[in-house]
């Protein structure tokens, strides 16, 4: 059973965003300040918090289906 657990994270893929696939410069610019700086985070509004949660997530969605495609 502890072998088991000590393999679960051999597969584990994380990704990072790809930021440079968003269009706009400043949603760029804000997308960066906010993946390399948590605490910004917490100085914006619910509204602007989901707005660029969501941009990150695209960006996100959009590298995965590109590597799928490449493999």
Same mark, same amino acid.
């Given at each position: 059973?502890?072998?088991? !657990? @000590?393999?679960? +994270? @051999?597969? *584990?893929?994380? #990704?990072?965003?790809? !930021?440079?696939?968003?269009?706009?410069?400043?949603?760029?610019?804000?997308? +960066?300040? *906010? =993946? %390399?700086?948590?605490?910004? !985070?917490? &100085? #914006?509004?619910?509204?602007?918090? @989901?707005?660029? &949660?969501? =941009?990150? #997530?695209?960006? %996100? #969605?959009?590298? *995965? +289906?590109?590597?799928?495609?490449? @493999?």
């Amino acid at each position: 059973m502890v072998d088991y !657990w @000590n393999d679960c +994270f @051999n597969d *584990l893929h994380i #990704l990072q965003p790809d !930021w440079k696939t968003i269009e706009r410069t400043s949603d760029r610019a804000m997308v +960066f300040m *906010l =993946l %390399n700086d948590e605490e910004e !985070w917490g &100085k #914006l509004e619910r509204r602007t918090k @989901n707005k660029y &949660k969501k =941009l990150v #997530l695209v960006s %996100n #969605l959009r590298q *995965l +289906f590109v590597e799928t495609e490449i @493999n």
